[in-house]
């Protein structure tokens, strides 16, 4: 129903959210220094 898609779209933009702060924390240049073993 509405209800379950609804819940499914929430669900996945939590996971796009989550993995948007994953790549941008990857790809942040003042990271570097903790990032030796790449």
């Known amino acids: 129903g509405i209800m379950a898609a609804a819940r499914t779209?929430?669900?996945i933009a939590q996971a796009?959210?989550?993995l948007?702060?994953?790549v941008?924390?990857?790809n942040d240049p003042g990271r570097?220094?903790?990032k030796?073993?790449?």
């Open 36 to 38: 030796i073993g790449k």
């Open 32 to 34: 570097d220094s903790e």
């Open 24 to 26: 941008v924390r990857d």
């Open 20 to 22: 948007t702060t994953l």
């Open 9 to 11: 779209n929430a669900q």
């Open 16 to 18: 796009l959210a989550a």
